[in-house]
Nanobody, 128 residues
Framework: RVQLAESGGGSVQAGGSLRLSCATT????????MAWFRQVPGQEREGVAS????????YYRDSVKDRFTISQDSDDNTLYLQMNNLKPDDTAIYYC?????????????????????WGRGTQVTVSS
């Protein structure tokens, strides 16, 4: 059974940084796509970034490219999202997600391919 638990959210001023962590259990093979999503109340949830474990290729939505970095540490089974130069528009609840993808080695997965299992979310608030 896959279980995900986010941590690291908080409140920062614009231009600041946060690092989100997602402790994972039950991800037993490398053919997983893991992703970060975010949602503002009243709006649709959107995929922020994703990583395909078998090869570690990454994907980012345009609005976070060059500011956010997704990574996965297989030693401690943790997914990270380093967020730099944060903007008020980044304010949202951030969710960690994972899903079986079974793509060839070195493939890129999009967040929706990692949306089978979900964490409970962590709030990120960026003030101007």
């Amino acid at each position: 059974r896959v279980q995900l638990a986010e941590s690291g959210g908080g409140s920062v001023q614009a231009g600041g940084s946060l690092r989100l962590s997602c402790a994972t259990t039950g991800v037993t093979h490398v053919s997983y796509c893991m992703a970060w999503f975010r949602q503002v109340p009243g709006q649709e949830r959107e995929g922020v970034a994703s990583i395909y474990i078998d090869g570690m290729r990454t994907y980012y939505r345009d609005s976070v490219k060059d500011r956010f970095t997704i990574s996965q540490d297989s030693d401690d089974n943790t997914l990270y999202l380093q967020m730099n130069n944060l903007k008020p528009d980044d304010t949202a609840i951030y969710y960690c997600a994972a899903g079986d993808a079974f793509l060839p080695f070195g493939s890129t997965c999009e967040p929706e391919q990692g949306s089978k299992y979900w964490g409970r979310g962590t709030q990120v608030t960026v003030s101007s």
